[in-house]
């Protein structure tokens, strides 16, 4: 039976999953609150959705740029996961939601691993499907934190660059790279993924394009072109209707074009 993408969840006018907002859901799971302050997470009902479409209990499912660590749902699922962080303190809020996981359901026991370091240095690993969401050149090159920001009418976004600060403190952070050392790097990454799945084993990257210079930038295109070059061929492509954090409301409020749609690409290591 060949199975369907979120099946349970509305699609808008341009088929777009529609999914839901996850506060209330992270809250109930072992996640520590912490980790609701961080403004790059991936949504755990999408999350859970790419895990449903392409494993199978027992599967080893790993995340080269894990963050917050939503891929530790996947324990729940039966699924054995590998997470690697650079960040000390993403590591760290890992750990306890680790902790926490084992807590909640002691058959996870075993089944997580967390390795704190550059995925570049501890790639490959051997895997069933890889999925994660990579992070943006020159995002996280924060030098310090603004007491006040002019583009926002609280302290919101002041919050966002404290957080940004502090769980960006790694030189090795490829969110700090320029565009071309970024692109260098992602290469690079892209080639260890391949590396590291079995034969049949797919690579899930959910990208949002980018708006600069009042321009769209197809991200997903470089990305295309990059995995193909690799040896990955199409396994599928979605798109959910993200409208984004608050960053994005903010421009959005402020008549500056906006991109509310995510890509969610999947390829695949040849059999």
Same mark, same amino acid.
């Given at each position: 039976?060949?199975?369907? *993408? +979120? ?11 529609? @999914?839901?907002?996850?506060?209330? *859901?992270?809250?109930?799971?072992? @996640?520590?609150?912490?980790v609701g302050k961080h403004p790059a997470k991936l949504n755990l009902?999408?999350?859970? +959705? ?42 760290? &809020? ?6 926490? &996981?084992?807590?909640?359901?002691? !058959? ?9 370091? %550059?995925?570049? @240095?501890?790639?490959?690993? !051997?895997?069933?499907?890889i999925m994660f969401s990579p992070p943006y050149a020159g995002a ?11 583009? +926002?009418? %609280? %302290? @919101? ?34 080639? &260890? ?9 797919? &690579?899930?990257?959910?990208?949002? %394009? ?27 492509? *979605? ?18 074009? !906006? ?13």
């Amino acid at each position: 039976m060949v199975k369907q *993408f +979120a099946p349970e969840f509305p699609r808008n006018e341009h088929g777009w999953v529609k @999914f839901p907002s996850d506060v209330g *859901f992270r809250k109930e799971l072992f @996640f520590p609150e912490e980790v609701g302050k961080h403004p790059a997470k991936l949504n755990l009902h999408l999350q859970l +959705a790419m895990i449903d479409y392409v494993s199978e209990p027992g599967q080893v499912l790993l995340d080269p740029t894990s963050g917050t660590g939503s891929l530790l749902v996947g324990a729940l699922k039966g699924r054995r996961v590998v997470l690697l962080e650079i960040e000390e303190g993403y590591h760290k &809020l890992q750990q306890q939601a680790m902790h926490n &996981l084992h807590e909640v359901d002691p !058959t996870t026991q075993g089944m997580v691993t967390l390795i704190h370091g %550059d995925c570049r @240095f501890v790639l490959p690993i !051997t895997c069933n499907h890889i999925m994660f969401s990579p992070p943006y050149a020159g995002a996280m090159n924060i030098k310090k934190v603004r007491t006040k920001r002019e583009d +926002a009418p %609280d %302290d @919101f976004l002041v919050e966002m660059d404290v957080q940004m600060f502090e769980y960006s403190k790694n030189q090795r952070n490829l969110s700090k790279l320029s565009t071309f050392l970024y692109n260098k790097a992602m290469e690079k990454i892209y080639k &260890l993924c391949f590396e590291s799945l079995r034969p049949g084993g797919t &690579l899930t990257i959910v990208i949002k %394009d980018r708006i600069e210079g009042g321009e769209r930038l197809y991200l997903s295109k470089w990305v295309t072109k990059v995995c193909h070059r690799i040896g990955f061929e199409d396994y599928a492509w *979605f798109k959910w209707e993200c409208m984004g954090n608050a960053f994005t409301k903010i421009a959005r409020s402020q008549g500056k074009e !906006t991109v509310d749609d995510e890509d969610i690409i999947i390829y695949r290591r040849p059999i």
